[in-house]
């Protein structure tokens, strides 16, 4: 930077103003900067090559926010989808209890034929043992990824949390 006179300074800062004002109302509002031909050797220039910095930050920094606001969408999709699957797995398992209670009240009316009836329903039981195993093998599963989805919103919000303070 060179010496200038308060006269020249003050000479640019009026050809200058509008740009900067103009500049900064583009900064605002998420617009490009205007191009300038030339940046003057004193502090306008410095302010004015700070603006396209500001601008060069600020578009990497939207870049970001898309992506992350993307990854967000993305996790919440899958979020949505599993705690669907879930759902489906508890009525599932509803179902698997309600006709397993129903069998259980079959067994206790019944009085004759208990031999036949008791082998019917250690078969079911089994069966319907072997579906609930599955399903809570299913339900832990689900609900660990269900868990690793939180982890990552929670870090993903985080994430929007910092970059929306800078």
């Known amino acids: 930077m060179t010496t200038t006179s308060p006269f020249d300074w003050l000479k640019d ?9 103009a500049s900064s109302q583009a900064l605002a509002e998420g617009r490009p900067l205007s191009p300038t031909a030339a940046f003057p050797d004193h502090a306008i220039g410095e302010i004015m090559r700070a603006y396209f910095r500001i601008q060069d930050t600020l ?31 508890r009525q599932e398992l509803d179902e698997i209890r309600s006709a397993f209670d129903h069998t259980r009240r079959t067994l206790e009316d019944r009085q004759r034929g208990w031999e036949e009836a008791e082998a019917k329903w250690h078969h079911e039981r089994r069966l319907a043992e072997e579906r609930v195993s599955g399903l809570e093998q299913h339900l832990r599963d689900v609900t660990g990824r269900l868990a690793d989805h939180a982890r990552t919103l929670n870090a993903v919000a985080a994430d929007l949390a910092g970059a929306s303070t800078n």
């Not at 800062?13 to 004002?21: A, E, I, K, R, Y």
């Not at 990497?60 to 979020?79: F, K, Y």
């Open 59 to 89: 578009a990497s920094q939207r870049t970001e926010l898309g992506a992350l606001r993307q990854n967000v969408e993305t996790r919440d999709a899958e979020l949505q989808a599993l705690r669907a699957e879930a759902s489906t797995a």
């Open 13 to 21: 800062l009026c050809t200058h103003f509008d740009w900067l004002h």
